[in-house]
């Protein structure tokens, strides 16, 4: 009898030391555990192609499955080469792009000149629609060299172009997988991870891609799984059931923040959030109207309530992203709630309800029921319509509302790159969602991008940003700190300035 109990302990101590390691790490044996980690996501991706999408969630995945040219260091936030090895520029409109060699596709095919081409051109192809086609606006032409080298024609000169290739969504896709199959559904790059399968509404799943070109990664699987309910994601956070959350909500930051086996981030980052103005339609097309939605925004008393997740100012380029000067905060409407109710009283603004149109993610939630609140105190009626994240992006880029909420992540943290997609009228009906068009503006703009002097950059992007401050087609409620919760068990986790994380260094312990 005592050897049968001892055996059955025995056994009990095997199954228990197999338990406590199936997060990854070796087992009590040495011998190797599957390194799993899953992340929670509030919001399912749109797609997994980096062509055809533009938002944060989606990108979320494609950074693991592709991979761009060049990528931003995130400490120097200088651009270096990635799966470029070297540049050159014989002339201000033309850039010589030579590529690492070796590399493979998910799919097995080759990495080449011949891939970039083809991606670049598809980019740029109108009758593609990227929603990001603006860019690689200013390029004329890709050429292919050799098989390893790429010439690049701009328009103009373009001094942010290296920034732009550093873009996920200039990321490099496999043709043959593009030819002969759907990237949206089924994702092929050059990054550490390739696709396992996404379940529209709960997960996409990715396994580390064995033949990577810089070695293996050291987690086998990832999980982006959809938890629509911040509060219960957090709570999978502190049951180990996720071992990572992003874009903590300021009213679930001290609860993160207390939770024993979790450890916290946090960063000035370069988002933007902006209440956004359809500028195709009355009367938010009247300067006046916009004027008295900012003057009845009480901005500093909304990022107070931010718990240090939010740094206020009018500048629509922020502290963090090339261009920021921060005289400009001066050239906007601070809160005068006298001013605003003068100006609703005027022009009878009062008389009708408005719509917001808000997405329905924690952060977008607390901004439009602060705002309700404030502008109903200016005279404002005020009613807001709620979307899930895919269905307010279809709206909002085809003008189908009247006021919204919007942000950029500015991924590649330069005020060219954040202006010109969102506010230049050559992106009405993709990137510039409020529609604005202005001749002025749009000439500023092209200056800040059409000089390869970065003194000169500087000086027109300050005077686009103050124009565009002025004329209020979106008003700025705060700029982003970039937040991230995860695990103890966790390591190698870094969160970007942008926002932006990779996995390929990650393990679990």
Not at 89 to 107: A, M, R, Y
Not at 108 to 130: C, H, I, L, Q, S
Not at 142 to 163: H, M, S
Not at 387 to 415: I, K, V
């Amino acid at each position: 009898m005592k050897k049968i109990v001892f055996a059955m302990m025995a056994l009990l101590l095997l199954v228990a030391a197999g338990c406590s390691n199936s997060s990854g790490g070796s087992s009590s044996n040495g011998e190797s555990v599957a390194q799993e980690i899953t992340y929670a996501t509030t919001s399912d991706v749109v797609g997994l192609s980096p062509i055809l999408t533009n938002d944060s969630v989606s990108s979320s995945v494609n950074e693991q499955v592709y991979e761009t040219l060049f990528t931003r260091n995130s400490e120097t936030m200088e651009i270096e080469p990635l799966l470029a090895e070297s540049y050159e520029n014989p002339d201000d409109l033309t850039w010589i792009i030579k590529l690492k060699e070796g590399i493979k596709f998910q799919d097995g095919t080759d990495f080449n000149a011949e891939a970039v081409k083809y991606t670049f051109d598809k980019f740029r192809d109108p009758e593609t629609a990227a929603p990001r086609a603006s860019l690689l606006e200013p390029i004329e032409s890709v050429n292919v060299q050799d098989e390893y080298t790429v010439e690049i024609k701009t328009k103009y000169a373009y001094g942010a172009l290296l920034a732009a290739l550093s873009h996920s969504n200039a990321a490099i896709v496999s043709p043959e997988a593009d030819k002969n199959g759907d990237l949206m559904k089924n994702p092929v790059g050059t990054g550490p991870f390739k696709f396992v399968s996404w379940t529209p509404g709960e997960s996409v799943v990715l396994e580390k891609y064995t033949d990577y070109w810089q070695g293996e990664a050291k987690l086998d699987k990832i999980t982006f799984k959809v938890v629509p309910e911040v509060t219960t994601a957090i709570s999978m956070l502190q049951a180990g059931d996720v071992q990572f959350i992003d874009g903590i909500p300021t009213e679930q930051l001290s609860r993160v923040e207390g939770l024993k086996n979790v450890e916290v981030q946090k960063k000035e980052g370069t988002p933007v959030y902006w209440y956004g103005f359809n500028m195709e339609k009355e009367p938010m097309n009247n300067l006046e109207f916009r004027q008295a939605v900012a003057y009845a925004l009480n901005r500093d008393a909304y990022v107070n309530q931010l718990n240090g997740l939010g740094v206020a100012g009018n500048s629509i380029i922020g502290p963090k992203v090339f261009g920021y000067d921060e005289a400009s905060n001066d050239a906007g409407y601070d809160y005068n709630l006298e001013k605003a109710k003068e100006l609703v009283e005027k022009n009878g603004f009062g008389d009708k309800e408005y719509t917001l149109l808000v997405a329905n993610r924690a952060n977008y939630m607390k901004m439009a029921e602060i705002s309700q609140s404030q502008l109903q105190e200016a005279g404002f009626k005020i009613k807001i319509e709620t979307m899930e994240w895919g269905a307010f992006l279809d709206a909002s880029r085809n003008g189908d509302y009247e006021m919204n909420f919007l942000s950029w992540t500015n991924s590649t943290a330069d005020g060219s790159e954040l202006l010109y997609p969102n506010f230049h009228s050559d992106n009405v009906g993709s990137s510039n969602m409020v529609r604005y068009s202005n001749e002025t503006f749009d000439k500023l703009v092209e200056e800040s991008r059409e000089s390869v002097d970065q003194d000169v950059r500087k000086a027109k992007l300050k005077e686009a940003n103050e124009f565009l401050v002025k004329d209020a087609p979106a008003i700025v409620m705060n700029h982003g700190v970039v937040t991230l919760a995860y695990d103890k068990s966790v390591k190698g986790l870094d969160i970007d300035p942008t926002g932006t994380w990779s996995l390929y260094k990650v393990y679990r312990e």
